[in-house]
T-cell receptor
Framework: KAGVTQTPRYLIKTRGQQVTLSCSPI?????VSWYQQTPGQGLQFLFE???????NKGNFPGRFSGRQFSNSRSEMNVSTLELGDSALYLC?????????????FGPGTRLTVT | GIQVEQSPPDLILQEGANSTLRCNFS?????LQWFHQNPWGQLINLFY???GTKQNGRLSATTVATERYSLLYISSSQTTDSGVYFC?????????FGAGTRLTVKP
């Protein structure tokens, strides 16, 4: 079974630009979550999507948005990039039932804002 | 919001040693997870353990929700166990991560 894939793996953008990151979950997983990791703030939860609906959202400004498509692939968008948005962005797909829980992470997209 | 504290921040072990990592949280939670991030950045979900005890090979975890802490046990550590261990909790829909414990296992 293929794992979670994220594209691109590395990205360099300039302040003020916008960026879109993509995440393809494991086949059959309908839940996708996004996380930001920086040296200063550590790991932070961005949002979770399930069946094309945003289920939870972390404490991030409106410049951060996401969506999920009918095939469960998800994208996140950051508009008007700031230097502080430089980070590793991780995506995870999940399948859970009342008795089990499995979550798998992609390799991440490393975004550098200059 | 809920506070999550992990200890110790750093841990250095010889291969074969056992260790205990701790995660304290400041409020009741309905979800607690342990993750391992290897030196190449790959994050792996180890346990989903809002309460009780679970074991997976050399790793086990215990969460005492009423006392607001969770423990991750690593037995017979191997060099491949090196990396950063994070706990994350969810309380009222708000997910927070601890700062992590950086584990170095020396051969």
């Amino acid at each position: 079974k293929a794992g979670v894939t994220q594209t691109p793996r590395y990205l360099i953008k300039t302040r003020g630009q916008q960026v879109t990151l993509s995440c393809s979950p494991i086949s059959g997983h309908r839940s996708v979550s996004w996380y930001q990791q920086t040296p200063g703030q550590g790991l932070q939860f961005l949002f979770e999507y399930f069946s094309e609906t945003q289920r939870n959202k972390g404490n991030f400004p409106g410049r951060f948005s996401g969506r999920q498509f009918s095939n469960s692939r998800s994208e996140m968008n950051v508009s008007t990039l700031e230097l502080g948005d430089s980070a590793l962005y991780l995506c995870a797909s999940k399948i859970s039932t009342q008795i089990s829980y499995e979550q798998y992470f992609g390799p991440g997209t490393r975004l550098t804002v200059t | 919001g809920i506070q999550v504290e992990q200890s110790p921040p750093d841990l250095i072990l010889q291969e074969g040693a056992n260790s205990t990592l701790r995660c304290n949280f400041s409020d009741s939670v309905n979800n607690l997870q342990w993750f391992h991030q290897n030196p190449w950045g790959q994050l792996i979900n180890l346990f989903y353990i809002p309460s009780g005890t679970k074991q997976n090979g050399r790793l086990s975890a215990t969460t005492v929700a009423t006392e607001r802490y969770s423990l991750l046990y690593i037995s017979s550590s191997q060099t491949t166990d090196s990396g950063v261990y994070f706990c994350a909790v969810v309380s009222l829909g708000d997910m927070r991560f601890g700062a992590g414990t950086r584990l170095t296992v020396k051969p």
